[in-house]
């Protein structure tokens, strides 16, 4: 079972850019598509984005899509997730997650998670 800790949250102005990172341990990220969800307080986990264990395919959510950017370093073990333009609505805390396969929108497919970082976005 691969273990991950997501860091790099924190407050920003509307219209800022944050990264928020995930770093694997107890395996490599060999094989894992790796996806980023977040729930805003009183709502439900929704996807983000997904990124294939290569990296050439990635997968947006429609809210998401042109301002956010995820990428892997295999090599490092990591994931991130660049966010520009953020929003009010951006509010979250933001998981990782890894899947054994194909990337995937679909929270139940995942079988390893994060303990979630905070992003606040004030207006």
């Known amino acids: 079972q691969v273990q991950l800790v997501e860091s790099g949250g924190g407050l920003v102005q509307a219209g800022g850019s944050l990264r928020v990172s995930c770093a694997a341990s107890?395996?490599?990220?060999?094989?894992?598509?790796m996806g980023w969800f977040r729930q805003a307080p009183g709502k439900g986990r929704e996807f983000v984005a997904a990124?294939?264990?290569?990296?050439?395919?990635?997968y947006y959510a429609d809210s998401v899509k042109g301002r956010f950017t995820i990428s892997r370093d295999n090599a490092k073990n990591t994931v991130y997730l660049q966010m520009n333009s953020l929003k009010p609505g951006d509010t979250a805390v933001y998981y990782c997650?890894?899947?054994?396969?194909?990337?995937?929108?679909?929270?139940?497919?995942?079988?390893?998670w994060g303990q979630g970082t905070q992003v606040t976005v004030s207006s």
């Open positions: 997650a890894g899947a054994w396969g194909n990337p995937t929108m679909e929270s139940t497919k995942y079988g390893s």
């Open positions: 107890g395996r490599t990220l060999y094989n894992y598509a």
């Open positions: 990124i294939s264990w290569s990296g050439g395919g990635t």
